[in-house]
C-alpha cells in the first residue's frame, strides 16, 4: 500500500503481491484528515464511513446540468428509471420521464441530482408536458455542499431509508456467436416471482446495475436472433455482501442458450 496527502485528504493505492493476503489491516494517522480515497474511491469523509453504493454515485457526480449524458446516469443508476431526457436552464434541470416510470422516489432522485450536478439548483420532473413535481435546493437544507462531502449526500439518503433497502450488483453480460442479436432480455426471479427485467429490441445488452439486495435468483436469459429464432436459458445465480460481479457468458446452443456463471 502506497499513501499520499494533498492538503487534508489521503489517497491510497493498494497493490496485489503475489504473496499478499487478500484480508489485511492498517492504522494510520487521521489527525487533520477529511477524506481517506483508496485506489480512485472515496471511503471516509469527515471522520464517516462512505458506503460502497454511494461511492459508487459519488463517482458520477458532474459540473454541469447540459451534460445529458452525465445527468441520464445519475437518475437511472440504482432506480427503476431505464431511460429519460433532461434540458438545463439557468439552474432549473428539468428531467422528462415516461409514464412507466411515475412511481420512482423522486424525492431521492432529486436529493441526488442537487448533490451531484454542481450547477443545479432547482429539479424539475415532467411527463411530456405536464409537471408532476419539483424540488430545489431550500428543500434539503446543506444539500449542494455534498459535491464536496459525499457524508452529507449519505446523510440525505439514509433519511430516506429507501436507498438502502436494496443493494446495487453489477451483471455483466458477455455474447459468443450472437452479435447478431435483434432482441435480448434479462429476467431475474425470486422464490418464483419476478423481480427485474430489462431487455429492448435491437440491443445486445452487456452491462446492467441491478437493485436487488443479495441472495440466490434465477436468472432468464432470452436472446433472438436476425432470422427470426428465439433462444433463452434459465439458470441460478447468486450475489454476496462483497459486491462481485455476477458475469454470464452466453453462447447459442442447439435449442437453447448455453450460459457460464462467473463472478468476479
Same mark, same amino acid.
Given at each position: 500500500?502506497?499513501?499520499?496527502?494533498?492538503?487534508?485528504?489521503?489517497?491510497?493505492?493498494?497493490?496485489?503481491?503475489?504473496?499478499?493476503?487478500?484480508?489485511?489491516?492498517?492504522?494510520?494517522?487521521?489527525?487533520?484528515?477529511?477524506?481517506?480515497?483508496?485506489?480512485?474511491?472515496?471511503?471516509?469523509?469527515?471522520?464517516?464511513?462512505?458506503?460502497?453504493?454511494?461511492?459508487?454515485?459519488?463517482?458520477?457526480?458532474?459540473?454541469?446540468?447540459?451534460?445529458?449524458?452525465?445527468?441520464?446516469?445519475? +437518475?437511472?443508476?440504482?432506480? !427503476?428509471?431505464?431511460?429519460?431526457? *433532461? =434540458?438545463?436552464?439557468?439552474?432549473?434541470?428539468?428531467? /422528462?420521464? @415516461?409514464?412507466?416510470?411515475?412511481?420512482?422516489?423522486?424525492?431521492?432522485?432529486?436529493?441526488?441530482?442537487?448533490?451531484?450536478?454542481?450547477?443545479?439548483?432547482?429539479?424539475?420532473?415532467?411527463?411530456?408536458?405536464?409537471?408532476?413535481?419539483?424540488?430545489?435546493?431550500?428543500?434539503?437544507?446543506?444539500?449542494?455542499?455534498?459535491?464536496?462531502?459525499?457524508?452529507?449526500?449519505?446523510?440525505?439518503?439514509?433519511?430516506?431509508?429507501?436507498?438502502?433497502?436494496?443493494?446495487?450488483?453489477?451483471?455483466?453480460?458477455?455474447?459468443?456467436?450472437?452479435?447478431?442479436?435483434?432482441?435480448?432480455?434479462?429476467?431475474?426471479?425470486?422464490?418464483?416471482?419476478? +423481480?427485474?427485467?430489462?431487455? !429492448?429490441?435491437?440491443?445486445?445488452? *452487456? =452491462?446492467?446495475?441491478?437493485?436487488?439486495?443479495?441472495? /440466490?435468483? @434465477?436468472?432468464?436469459?432470452?436472446?433472438?436472433?436476425?432470422?427470426?429464432?428465439?433462444?433463452?436459458?434459465?439458470?441460478?445465480?447468486?450475489?454476496?455482501?462483497?459486491?462481485?460481479?455476477?458475469?454470464?457468458?452466453?453462447?447459442?446452443?442447439?435449442?437453447?442458450?448455453?450460459?457460464?456463471?462467473?463472478?468476479?
Amino acid at each position: 500500500m502506497r499513501w499520499r496527502r494533498e492538503g487534508n485528504t489521503l489517497y491510497a493505492t493498494v497493490y496485489e503481491t503475489k504473496n499478499g493476503k487478500a484480508d489485511f489491516q492498517y492504522q494510520i494517522d487521521q489527525k487533520d484528515v477529511e477524506q481517506i480515497w483508496v485506489n480512485g474511491r472515496i471511503e471516509r469523509d469527515q471522520g464517516t464511513a462512505i458506503q460502497k453504493s454511494i461511492a459508487r454515485l459519488y463517482d458520477m457526480r458532474t459540473e454541469s446540468g447540459q451534460n445529458a449524458e452525465e445527468v441520464g446516469r445519475l +437518475v437511472t443508476y440504482a432506480s !427503476s428509471i431505464k431511460q429519460c431526457t *433532461s =434540458s438545463f436552464d439557468r439552474g432549473t434541470l428539468t428531467i /422528462s420521464l @415516461e409514464s412507466s416510470a411515475m412511481q420512482e422516489n423522486l424525492e431521492s432522485l432529486s436529493i441526488r441530482l442537487l448533490a451531484l450536478v454542481q450547477n443545479a439548483d432547482k429539479i424539475v420532473w415532467t411527463n411530456g408536458e405536464k409537471e408532476i413535481v419539483s424540488y430545489d435546493e431550500t428543500d434539503f437544507p446543506s444539500i449542494k455542499e455534498a459535491y464536496a462531502h459525499p457524508r452529507i449526500l449519505q446523510e440525505a439518503l439514509t433519511e430516506r431509508q429507501d436507498w438502502f433497502n436494496t443493494s446495487v450488483h453489477m451483471l455483466n453480460v458477455i455474447y459468443d456467436r450472437l452479435s447478431d442479436a435483434s432482441f435480448a432480455k434479462i429476467t431475474l426471479y425470486k422464490d418464483g416471482q419476478k +423481480v427485474y427485467e430489462c431487455g !429492448s429490441p435491437h440491443v445486445t445488452m *452487456s =452491462s446492467m446495475q441491478v437493485p436487488l439486495p443479495a441472495g /440466490s435468483y @434465477e436468472a432468464q436469459i432470452e436472446a433472438g436472433t436476425e432470422k427470426g429464432s428465439l433462444l433463452s436459458a434459465m439458470i441460478p445465480i447468486r450475489w454476496d455482501e462483497e459486491g462481485k460481479t455476477v458475469q454470464l457468458e452466453v453462447k447459442p446452443g442447439k435449442d437453447t442458450l448455453d450460459v457460464e456463471v462467473k463472478y468476479v
